[in-house]
């Protein structure tokens, strides 16, 4: 077989890969590295497919000179390079040079006319080319040994033209492509061409009369517009077929015969990729070689481990010292007569204990109890002695779980940086210990190389809290937490099977109604689920117009059905039958399946998932039923107390953030809007609108309060046009309006991002940070979100500590009065309980009082307290 040489054009990729790829991504020197990541996912991704036998890559040198000097105006309309681009050039090139990939610019040439002059060359020696490009222009070097390379959506899902394939597309042969761009123009590389002739008039041209001079020979046989404007543009035409062309004979020295790819020093590249950080394009690099990138393992102390009797004198000796101890459960996925069901290990300074099943319960019960421990993820450690499900045996009480003395190694990375998804040991061994887990020999093994992990990073999550200036947000706020969210669990929620029945059934009648009025309306059926048959309904059989596309076609999503609504039925029928079968779906059909052995449903809280410090629930969420709508308050009616004679209780913060907004801006008229217990949003439209207040309407009451809550979430004009219906003019208006009745808020606000950007994040008023890399972005759309981001973060962060607090004390308080009254749920800025009736107004009062006292600020924390028989009836 020939030799397959690839020839990437490398200013082509970084282009692409710099605007597919979020700027997000930094080296640990700060550089930007988005469009090397994509760059070099690119050319794996094409190394895996066509496996080539060697690699060039071609970037452009200065100024094109002789097209410029030929067309003036070539690519001047195009901008200039970001800097956020620029930049990564020179790493790229590094990381190509490590890879022993030739690298060729040549002064006052482009990238093209490189891959022009490799591709004669390659067919001069007999050999296959492969031109990695985005740019049309290459389809001219189609031959019969050079394929066009071409990504066509995103960076990895990429088209190989021959010959065959650009006729296919474009109507003329490679060798007529110079004629179709010097007719049609490339409007990317501002060639002009001739005006009004487009793609299928230039193809139909060419194939009649084989090329320009074919077509000037022949132009008296062309009628009207069309031949007067093919004779007026004579010599453009011509000339834009001249900078079109790729020049295929530029000097520079070249080896073909004597390159090759992979054939580079694995040293070489590992430390390459290592300085920017790209081990997963490492690993895949170096097996192009037959190697992996070597994990340097941590060093743990495990040995000796015990068993038996020795094993619990091993902890107790370690309690009684009073040291950390690593724990780590591990349990098998499938439990069978000759395995045990659950390892448990026990980490302390003089070698690890290892225990099975009830003995490794017992272990853990006695160390939540009285001593000190670290684990991943305490919650689920505990879990195993306090289990999520009251009708199985806990061998640990809530007074443990408030008192113990636990850290939480998850939870602390995550307080470190909120943006990171991975909180595994593997991560955390590799930024603060410099290694991996060792490799295990099975669940026990496994447990114990775990249980020394988690004791060897306690430490240095410690003190890199203490560095980072977080420990309070750690120690304070998210710590103790755990043990309240692990009390919730075990507690859960009941609910009305029968009411959900009900629900069910009269749901599943408004859907067969909803799918025969759309039907109907189609005039025909389909399945509605499906995107692509509802797109083919609405765009091609009623004929509306599409609005956006996406990577499967012309997109159905909300935003589109709501605007299609305007012009035709069919899509808000769509829009409400998407309602009733999600929810249906995910709660009135499920919530009875996911009851646990004591009727009730059990969420999980999460609080490493979110980037705020919000908490999160799942399996199943129920932070997630509509509040607002009549459907989601008929799921909340199947929600219902713990116990006959009890009452659903909710105590709800009455526009926290909006609160916060005002204490942290400090501006005096919204501090004083508060302080007066007066209806802010009258107050608010009173002021932006400049009439008394009690001459506000309803509606420009309504205004007032889309403009509050939109501050707080960074919208701009174009938002909040959008979300009242007005035009961008006046949404516009409106919010310079606000901002001249609360100048306090605009230097807040500006304040705000001027410190994110300069420290890389914005923090609450207890410290939590948020890490926002999009704030450093070139890309206007990824720094509007930083920005928007770093103004919300301090009030949703805030609002978010400021509840938790609440939780915590609250179960502490609800324990030291000897209450019944369990917390059953938090969603956002609610917590829910279940209350005997005797208890009500104690309870209530308690719960006011920890809420609206959980921090100090300027102007009063609100909380409204409600009740009923039902989660719905009490709000």
Known sequence: MPKKIAVIDGNSLMHRAYHAVPSTMNAPDGRPTNAVFGFLAMLLKFIDSENPDALICAFDAGRPEFRMKALEQYKAQRPPMDD?????????????????????RVKGWEGDDVLGTVAKRNEALGYETLLVTGDKDAYQLASGQTRIVTTKKGITDVAVYGPAEVEERYGVRPDQFIDFLGLKGDSSDNIPGVPGIGDKTAAKLLQ???????????????KGKQKEKMVDNKDMAFLSRDVATIVCDLDFPLD????????????????????????????????????ELEKKVASLSVEPVVT?????????????????????????????????????????????????????????????????????????????????DTAETALVDDADLMGMDAFDLSLAAYVLDSSVADYTFDALLGVYCDGVLPESKGDADMAAIQAAAARMLAQPLAEALDADGTRDAYFDIDLPLIGVLAIMERTG?????????????????????????????????????????????????????????????????????????????????????????????????????????????????????????????????????????????????????????????????????????????????????????????????????????????????????????????????????QSLGISFAEAKEMIERYFEAYPGVRAYLDDTIVQAKEHGYAETMFGRRRHIPELRSGNAVQRGFGERTAMNHPMQGSAADIIKLAMTEVQRRLMAGGFEA??????????????????????????????????????????????????????
């Not at 956020?84 to 060729?104: G, R, S, T, Y």
């Not at 107790?316 to 439990?335: F, H, M």
């Not at 225990?355 to 879990?383: C, M, N, P, Y």
């Open 822 to 875: 369990k917390l059953l749920l938090q969603v956002h800025d609610e917590l829910d309980f279940s209350v005997p009736e005797a208890e009500i107004e104690p309870v209530s009062a308690l719960v006011k009082d920890v809420m609206e006292h959980a921090a100090v600020l300027r102007v009063p924390l609100d909380v409204d307290i409600s009740f009923g028989d039902t989660w719905a009836e009490s709000h």
């Open 256 to 291: 073909l015969e004597g390159c090759s790819f992979p054939s580079f020093d694995s040293d070489v590249v590992t430390e390459a990729f290592k300085k920017v950080q790209f081990n997963s394009h490492l690993n895949r690099v170096l097996k192009l070689v037959g190697k």
């Open 84 to 104: 956020d681009l620029k930049v990564q050039f020179p790493i790229i090139e590094e990381l190509l040079e490590a890879m022993n990939v030739p690298v060729v």
């Open 493 to 721: 929620a009941s609910i009305d099977c029968d009411h959900l029945a009900r629900l069910g059934a009269s749901t599943q009648v408004e859907l067969d109604d909803l799918s025969g009025r759309i039907y109907d309306l189609a005039g025909e059926e389909f399945n509605i689920d499906s995107p692509k048959q509802l797109s083919r309904v609405l765009f091609e059989e009623l004929g509306l117009k599409p609005l956006k596309k996406n990577q499967r076609g012309y997109s159905t999503d909300a935003a589109v059905l709501k605007e299609l609504a305007k012009e035709h039925e069919l899509p808000s029928l769509v829009l409400r039958y998407r309602e009733l079968a999600k929810i249906k779906s995910t709660y009135i059909d499920a919530l009875p399946r996911m009851r646990g052995a004591d009727g009730r449903v059990h969420t999980c809280f999460n609080e490493t998932v979110t980037t705020t410090g919000r908490l999160s629930s799942s399996d199943p969420n129920l932070q997630n039923i509509p509040v607002r709508t009549d459907f989601g308050r008929q799921i909340r009616a199947c929600f219902v107390p713990l116990a006959p004679g009890q009452k659903f209780l909710s105590a709800d913060y009455s526009q926290i953030e909006l609160r916060l907004l005002a204490h942290l801006s400090g501006d005096e008229h919204l501090v004083a809007a508060f302080c007066s217990g007066a209806d802010f949003h009258a107050s608010t439209a009173a002021r932006v609108f400049d009439v008394p207040v009690e001459e506000v309407s309803p509606q420009l009451r309504s205004r007032a309060k889309a403009v509050n809550f939109g501050i707080v979430y960074g919208q701009q004009a174009f938002g909040l046009s």
């Open 308 to 388: 038996g009797q020795a094993a619990d004198e091993l902890v107790d000796a370690a309690l009684a010292r009073g040291e950390r101890l690593g724990v780590s459960i591990v349990e098998p996925k499938q439990v069978s007569l000759f395995s045990a069901g659950l390892h448990c290990a026990v980490g302390t300074s003089e070698g690890t204990a290892l225990f099975e099943d009830e003995s490794g319960r017992e272990a853990v019960a006695r160390i939540v109890r009285g001593g000190r421990f670290a684990a991943l993820d305490v919650k689920q450690t505990v879990h195993c002695v306090y289990p999520a």
């Open 208 to 222: 009649t009369y084989g090329n320009l001079e074919g077509i000037y020979e022949h132009v008296d046989e062309l």
